[in-house]
């Protein structure tokens, strides 16, 4: 009669206590139990019924951890985007630390300096 080995054992106990955590909806220890990385595939012992539930189980949570790392990277990538406009939008400052006229303000200011200085001579 064949003997199962100590790691198929492990690995059918394992899989009775994630489906029990599951069963209870603490999906926290579940988790913390080795969930994300369980091969369902390994417990062979248990009914196909039981492996399906643990892969739907671990694909779903990748799935979700997926999703909010993509959730992360989203909001990250907007705040950087908008601080870059931001950035655009404000007025940069000389080194005096007067704000820079707009472009038709300075031509002005040029022309009348210009005319000043040539009404002084």
Do not use: C, Y
Not at 13 to 31: C, K, M, N, V
Not at 90 to 105: I, Q, R
Request: net charge positive; proline share 5%; no cysteine.
């Amino acid at each position: 009669m064949p003997h199962a080995s100590d790691a198929s054992i492990q690995t059918d106990e394992r899989a009775r206590r994630l489906l029990r955590l599951l069963d209870t909806g603490d999906l926290d220890a579940a988790i913390e139990a080795g969930l994300a990385d369980f091969d369902a595939d390994a417990a062979s012992a248990l009914p196909a019924a039981d492996r399906d539930r643990l892969r739907t189980a671990r694909d779903r949570l990748l799935a979700a951890w997926a999703a909010r790392e993509r959730h992360r990277a989203r909001n990250a990538r907007l705040a950087r985007r908008a601080a870059e406009r931001e950035a655009r939008r404000a007025p940069s400052t000389l080194e005096t630390g007067k704000p820079p006229l707009p472009a038709a303000a300075a031509a002005a200011l040029a022309r009348a300096k210009a005319r000043v200085g040539n009404a002084g001579s």
